[in-house]
């Protein structure tokens, strides 16, 4: 028990000894580590001086610098406001001198004016001693003598206006024929193409006057069917080895012609026969109508044009005017109306599309009522054609007003083309009631003599009364005819009008 007891003693001494030295460890241990603190603390404290004090001399160096450049800049605008000053000093000295030349000039203004002002009384004076000097004189009133006056005046100005009028008229008329002659000659010159004179007939050759007979079959039933199917009157006379074919439709009767070929070069000749040979000659026929429609759009240069207007202008293949091949006249108008354009500076594409549709409705006119004009406007703005060629197209014979000057050089092709020499032929009896027309229709005006067509009805030349029509008046008169013409006849072409005037002095050598 008691070596327990000194044990415990002993282990109670050695826990006491180990607590004093570990409390004396930390203690020094802290010691040291407060004086690592503290130093650390005085150093730092060193370089945040030093630092400040750098900062204070860089902030003293920069507050230095800004104030010279402070100072420089008040330097510059006190000298920039120095310049202006004195400039505004030399403007306000200028501004004064002009003032002073300005009321200078206006009291000598001034002056002038009243100066004028006695002169105008003065002269007004003088004035109304004359007139009533010239009234004493004259004895005339001073409005007689202003009716006078203005009278003489009119008549020399009416004379003179008439004068100036016939002077320009005939200036413009020199330089624009110049100018249309060169570009028209161009124009045909360009385009040449012949003319193919059609009638209403069409002759089917025979090989020989037994096929007539074959031709008209039993009881005539054969013709019957031709007839029939075709609509078109065949016409078998005296004529050797020859049948007519007759219709007012060209499209039947290139039908029944090529159909009645045929039979002829196969022999076989009855009504089942005619209708199939009939049949494939229409379709034959079709396949050319199209293929000439877009040939001549091909030719032309007019892309984009409907189908069905191709057919038709393929169809005009088979027509006439007065003669002349209406597909074909149509072809030359666009070339002509094409190369007018490009002179003039218009639209081209406009201008030959105008001149390849414009007889578009003879293609249908024999089906429709209403001038072929009017119809072919219908038919292209059904057909989706731009506004100005659906101008062209109702224009070309003036029933509508011109919209464009490409409608204007459709209608000159259209003359051009039908109206030049060997495009058309017109009957005999045509021609004289055209010339017989015109004439009439200027004998109707009033103070004419004596009306003549010249030059195969392209001009009338009028003899007036001298007494009854002035020079003035002729220049009216010529308009008047011209217009009335326009109004009244068809024609191909133009007419020109010449009013001639003159005065006779006749006396007699007994």
């Given amino acids: 028990m008691n070596n327990a007891l000194v044990n415990i003693g002993i282990g109670l001494a050695v826990g006491l000894l180990g607590f004093i030295l570990g409390y004396l460890v930390r203690q020094y241990t802290a010691r040291t580590k407060v004086h690592a603190i503290r130093e650390e603390a005085e150093s730092l404290l060193a370089q945040a001086k030093t630092r400040l004090q750098e900062a204070e001399l860089e902030a003293k160096a920069m507050a230095l610098k800004m104030r010279d450049e402070?100072?420089?800049?008040?330097?510059?605008?006190?000298?920039?406001?120095e310049r202006q000053e004195r400039r505004l000093q030399q403007r306000r000295v200028s501004f004064e001198r002009r003032v002073d030349a300005l009321e200078e000039r206006s009291r000598k203004l001034e002056a002038r004016e009243k100066q004028l002002e006695q002169q105008r009384n003065e002269l007004e004076q003088l004035r109304r001693k004359e007139l009533e000097e010239l009234q004493r004189i004259s004895n005339l009133s001073l409005e007689e003598a202003k009716e006078l006056l203005l009278q003489r005046v009119a008549n020399e100005a009416r004379q003179d206006i008439a004068r100036v009028i016939r002077e320009a008229e005939e200036q413009a008329r020199e330089e624009a024929e110049r100018k249309a002659r060169e570009i028209i000659t161009l124009a045909i010159q360009r385009v040449a193409s012949d003319q193919v004179?059609?009638?209403?007939?069409?002759?089917?050759?025979?090989?020989?006057?037994?096929?007539?007979?074959?031709?008209?079959?039993?009881?005539?039933?054969?013709?019957?069917?031709?007839?029939?199917?075709?609509?078109?009157?065949?016409?078998?006379?005296?004529?050797?080895?020859a049948v007519t074919l007759s219709s007012f439709d060209p499209v039947r009767r290139e039908i029944a012609r090529v159909a009645l070929n045929k039979l002829i070069l196969d022999g076989r000749i009855h009504p089942a026969r005619i209708e199939k040979v009939v049949k494939k000659a229409q379709q034959e026929v079709e396949a050319i109508i199209e293929e000439e429609g877009e040939r001549a759009v091909y030719e032309v240069g007019v892309p984009g044009l409907h189908p069905e207007l191709i057919k038709l202008l393929g169809q005009l293949k088979y027509r006439t005017s007065y003669g002349q091949n209406v597909l074909m006249h149509s072809i030359e108008t666009a070339h002509l109306a094409g190369i007018m354009a490009a002179e003039l500076g218009a639209n081209v594409a406009l201008a030959k599309e105008g001149g390849l549709l414009?007889?578009?409705?003879?293609?249908?006119?024999?089906?429709?009522?209403?001038?072929?004009a009017r119809i072919g406007a219908e038919i292209a703005q059904r057909y989706g054609r731009p506004p100005e060629v659906v101008n062209a197209i109702a224009a070309?014979?003036?029933?509508?007003?011109?919209?464009?000057?490409?409608?204007?050089?459709?209608?000159?092709?259209?003359?051009?083309?039908?109206?030049?020499?060997?495009?058309?032929?017109?009957?005999?009896?045509?021609?004289?009631?055209?010339?017989?027309?015109?004439?009439?229709?200027?004998?109707?005006?009033?103070?004419?003599?004596?009306?003549y067509a010249i030059q195969a009805g392209r001009e009338i030349r009028i003899i007036v009364k001298p007494d009854e029509v002035d020079d003035l008046g002729i220049i009216t008169l010529s308009r008047d005819i011209a217009k009335k013409v326009e109004e009244s006849l068809e024609y191909p072409g133009q007419i020109k009008v010449t009013v001639i005037r003159e005065t006779r002095a006749v006396d007699y050598a007994k």
């Fill in 358 to 372: 414009h007889d578009i409705g003879k293609a249908v006119s024999h089906e429709t009522e209403g001038s072929h």
């Fill in 396 to 451: 070309h014979h003036c029933e509508e007003e011109f919209t464009t000057l490409e409608a204007v050089l459709v209608q000159a092709a259209d003359a051009i083309s039908g109206a030049r020499p060997g495009a058309r032929r017109e009957t005999l009896e045509s021609y004289i009631k055209r010339v017989e027309s015109l004439e009439k229709l200027a004998d109707s005006f009033a103070g004419v003599e004596k009306s």
């Fill in 197 to 241: 004179a059609e009638t209403t007939v069409s002759t089917v050759a025979l090989p020989s006057d037994e096929m007539k007979g074959r031709i008209i079959g039993r009881g005539g039933r054969n013709i019957r069917t031709i007839e029939n199917i075709t609509g078109v009157d065949l016409l078998i006379d005296d004529t050797p080895e």
């Fill in 70 to 81: 402070v100072e420089r800049e008040a330097k510059r605008r006190r000298a920039e406001l």
